[in-house]
């Protein structure tokens, strides 16, 4: 098993053996046309966006510059998907996300990350460990998004939040390190901030 076959496996590698390097830069090379199109190149934007990711749906499909990502192949996204500016996604392991999920500026996604004792962090060795996010998700700003991490349908992230363990479905979890606060219910339907009702009838 090469050093790439190692890193799409989750095992230990070494990022500069077995091409690696070069497919980085390569990616590197086509985020940093992605970023330097023109706003108002829409359809132009969306192709090259679609050239970068591994695996994307129909429908709806955005990432407001500027984006930064290694590999992209490793990327798959539902249909409609938006993340908005600086979103950076570590792809050294398989990043999954569902339908209909919506990230804030400043997301992050880390699959990647480094052992902890100094003398095997030194030896070169790096891992990513697969990233999943499941469908109806709203992903706050600011929020750092840990290897291994599972997070379920219908679920919403607050601002900030350090995500380093698994998110049930239909949950609303905040902090650092992020934690449940509640169950999302029936009766939030009605309310589109806090205590602040809707005033229109369709949003249903």
């Known amino acids: 098993m090469d050093h790439k076959e190692r890193m799409l496996n989750n095992l230990p590698y070494k990022s500069w053996m077995?091409?690696?390097s070069e497919e980085r830069t390569a990616t590197k090379?086509?985020?940093?046309?992605?970023?330097?199109?023109?706003?108002?190149?829409?359809?132009?934007?969306?192709?090259?966006?679609?050239?970068i990711l591994g695996k994307t749906s129909e429908g709806y499909l955005c990432i407001e510059s500027p984006f930064h990502?290694?590999?992209?192949?490793?990327?798959?996204?539902?249909?409609?998907?938006?993340?908005?500016?600086?979103?950076?996604v570590l792809d050294v392991g398989k990043v999954r996300i569902g339908n209909d999920v919506m990230m804030g500026p400043n997301v992050a996604i880390y699959t990647a990350g480094h052992p902890l004792h100094p003398e095997s962090r030194n030896s070169g060795y790096e891992y990513g460990i697969d990233v999943s996010i499941g469908d109806n998700v709203w992903i706050g700003g600011n929020v750092c998004i840990m290897p291994g991490v599972n997070i379920g349908n219908?679920?919403?992230?607050g601002a900030g939040s350090v995500v380093t363990k698994d998110i049930p479905d239909n949950m609303i979890a905040v902090g650092n390190p992020c934690k449940v606060v509640r169950e999302i219910t029936?009766?939030?339907?009605?309310?589109y901030y806090k205590d602040r009702k809707f005033d229109v009838d369709d949003y249903k």
């Open 29 to 51: 090379t086509k985020v940093f046309r992605y970023n330097n199109i023109s706003p108002d190149e829409a359809d132009e934007r969306e192709r090259l966006l679609r050239e």
């Open 154 to 157: 219908n679920v919403v992230i």
């Open 186 to 191: 029936e009766e939030d339907r009605d309310y």
């Open 69 to 88: 990502c290694d590999y992209g192949y490793n990327i798959e996204v539902g249909k409609n998907f938006f993340a908005n500016y600086n979103f950076i």
């Open 18 to 20: 077995d091409g690696l």
